[in-house]
């Protein structure tokens, strides 16, 4: 009977895979109702396409909100919530640009579409144009015992690290985030990916149908993993590292087409393109710092675990993040303008500087600690025990006491610099 159901029933349904299924399986245990749920269907679809006038203040606010910053605007089909969608997800966890539950549509025509949230009211909330879309994520989220992964859709000058051109915008749009939480035990479908791949195939076809070239974005173990191992999940890699920007905790995820900070606000992307330069900073034997040095600004993350570094410093050679004449070659050729010119010697600068760059055999973080060893060297050679109590009368026992405990501090950090643990003292 499978094959007998009306297809009223399929279109009504089609936002809901796991509804169709229980009416079909009503269906066949009971043929005689197959009137009814046509009915039923019939009256949805023409609820679905009936058109409706908004009201003026309701179209203003569409305009101010996130969705007119993204490029929506009262007028197109992405704004008229008659306008039905290719998929529809009742029920989504957004966290940005709104902490609620809202409909989450995926529209798909011939005038424009994008993604949108849709409230309770059925109105559209907010949303962003395809075209208007810069990059899409799928991130785990971490530390969660049941498995949830954040969509992070960017939209153009929103990635929270460039500033807006100003002919374009006075403020940056913001992203659009939201939960998608992995189905368990009854809830999963036979035959069905309870993860996320069925959503992000769906957006992916849709950037796809609207020519923008861009996909959905997974962390992937080849571009990097965490070396630290997730205590509820054993054996599963994390893509993750934990740190802090200012006093704010997040992690930073490094992808293939750069790197994500989330999940709190202010997100940033950091596309390849972006970065001048990384580098490494207050380091200790346990965390350190990276910064990540764009044309405009530095940007500190703090707080990483030093078991992270080697996965992280492999990441910016493979990228050559390190290198600031790389990131002029990156932004030229995304761009599409003329490469950077020779030299006078006859070879490309680019090319001379990342050649330069791979005979330097001393990392960044080797480098952090040699400097650190150098002052802490030079502060105690300058340093004289009995100046400072001299004119205060100080006895000799007193200056000999603190010379002992300069030498002590200073013969254990040769001998344990000797030992190439590259970890510094804490005093």
Not at 38 to 63: F, G, H, M
Not at 182 to 192: C, P, Q, R
Not at 227 to 233: D, Y
Not at 306 to 327: F, K, T
Request: charged share 30%; with cysteine; glycine share 10%.
């Amino acid at each position: 009977m499978a094959g007998a159901h009306p297809q009223e029933i399929d279109s009504a349904f089609s936002g809901n895979h796991e509804l169709r299924k229980r009416v079909h399986a009503a269906i066949d245990q009971n043929p005689t109702q197959t009137t009814l749920f046509r009915d039923i269907s019939t009256y949805i679809l023409n609820q679905t396409s009936q058109v409706t006038t908004e009201p003026a203040s309701k179209k203003r606010k569409l305009e101010e909100s996130n969705g007119g910053k993204n490029g929506s605007t009262g007028g197109d089909s992405l704004s008229d919530s008659a306008i039905k969608a290719w998929r529809s997800y009742p029920g989504v966890s957004f966290s940005l640009p709104q902490r609620k539950k809202f409909t989450l549509d995926l529209v798909l025509n011939k005038k424009e579409g994008g993604i949108r949230g849709i409230g309770a009211d059925g109105k559209v909330e907010f949303g962003i144009a395809w075209k208007h879309v810069d990059q899409v994520f799928c991130i785990p989220v971490p530390e969660k015992a049941k498995r949830q992964h954040n969509f992070v859709v960017l939209p153009l000058h929103g990635d929270g690290v460039n500033p807006v051109p100003e002919h374009l915008a006075t403020s940056p749009p913001e992203p659009i985030v939201w939960t998608f939480e992995e189905l368990t035990g009854k809830n999963i479908v036979e035959g069905e990916d309870p993860g996320p791949g069925p959503m992000a195939e769906a957006i992916h076809h849709c950037l796809i149908q609207a020519g923008t070239g861009k996909d959905v974005v997974f962390p992937d173990a080849n571009d990097f993993k965490s070396a630290i191992q997730q205590s509820h999940r054993k054996g599963e890699p994390a893509f993750h590292v934990k740190g802090h920007r200012g006093s704010k905790e997040g992690y930073l995820f490094f992808t293939r087409v750069g790197i994500v900070w989330g999940f709190k606000k202010p997100l940033a992307f950091f596309d390849f393109s972006s970065i001048n330069s990384v580098s490494y900073t207050a380091v200790l034997r346990n965390t350190f710092n990276l910064v990540i040095t764009t044309p405009t600004q530095e940007i500190e993350f703090g707080m990483i675990d030093q078991a992270d570094y080697a996965g992280i410093n492999d990441y910016v050679q493979v990228h050559g993040l390190q290198d600031a004449s790389m990131a002029a070659a990156r932004r030229a050729k995304k761009l599409n303008v003329n490469p950077p010119v020779e030299t006078e010697n006859g070879t490309n600068g680019t090319a001379a500087a990342a050649a330069a760059g791979e005979e330097e055999e001393e990392s960044e973080l080797q480098k952090a600690e040699r400097l650190l060893q150098e002052e802490e060297e030079e502060d105690e050679e300058d340093y004289d025990p009995g100046s400072e109590g001299e004119s205060e009368g100080s006895g000799t026992d007193d200056d000999s006491e603190d010379e002992e405990d300069g030498e002590g501090y200073e013969e254990g950090e040769t001998e344990q610099y000797d030992e190439g643990q590259g970890e510094e003292m804490e005093e």
